[in-house]
């Protein structure tokens, strides 16, 4: 129950997120064309899921992880993308079925459902860990919060903000006053989702050196 608690704070986080980044203009990968990997992976909730999160350990693990890679391998299908390798979906199927197959699912059974199932799913998804199912009136639905968590997954936001600046000159704005008296213990203080995404982003410019401005070409776009 912890886990799905924690998920589900997750998911609120994100949802909250979006939308007030949408409210600015922001304008987001639809999330079924999340499924071509040449645009960047902004994997966000299109809308809030009510549920309970999985973890290591549950007895419905198995099953729910065999049954939602059937149905996100069946949208692939739907949408059009049709039976490309696993490498060229950015899906580590071979790691996927080792973990699917020590949970007691033998690799035969994940590519019966892989090749003949044409079953609808929330969201496109690359990260099939537990943490990112949720279920919900007996559906499983795959979400994600990359914008919920600070780490590596703030390079996501970062580069969002690269792309609207009016957002960026809006953080900015608000944030300054609190880079200059940043400390590693004022960092651990309790602070909005918004602010610590801010804080973190303005971090990387201050550590950087590079003007925002500049970065765009610098990530190849």
């Excluded at 033998?106 to 590519?111: F, K, R």
Aim: proline letters at 5%; one cysteine or more; a negative charge.
């Amino acid at each position: 129950m912890e886990q799905g608690v924690r998920n589900l704070e997750g998911l609120r986080n994100e949802y909250s997120t979006r939308r007030r980044l949408e409210a600015l203009g922001v304008d987001f990968v639809p999330p079924l064309l999340c499924a071509n990997l040449d645009r960047p992976p902004y994997y966000l909730a299109d809308r809030l899921i009510e549920g309970i999160g999985l973890a290591w350990g549950d007895e419905r693990t198995p099953a729910i992880m065999h049954n939602t890679l059937s149905k996100l391998w069946g949208l692939y299908r739907v949408i059009g993308l049709t039976w490309k390798t696993p490498a060229e979906l950015g899906i580590d199927l071979p790691a996927i079925s080792a973990m699917l197959t020590g949970a007691g699912i033998h690799q035969a059974a994940i590519l019966l459902a892989l090749s003949d199932k044409l079953l609808p799913v929330s969201l496109v998804h690359g990260d099939f860990s537990i943490g990112n199912i949720i279920i919900c009136d007996g559906n499983n639905y795959i979400v994600d919060w990359e914008l919920s968590h600070l780490g590596p997954v703030c390079v996501d936001f970062f580069k969002v903000l690269l792309r609207c600046p009016d957002l960026l000159a809006g953080i900015e704005d608000i944030m300054r006053p609190d880079i200059e008296a940043l400390s590693a213990q004022q960092r651990d203080r309790v602070m909005s989702l918004s602010e610590q995404l801010a804080l973190e982003f303005l971090l990387r410019l201050q550590r950087s050196q590079i003007d925002w401005a500049e970065r765009p070409s610098i990530l190849g776009w």
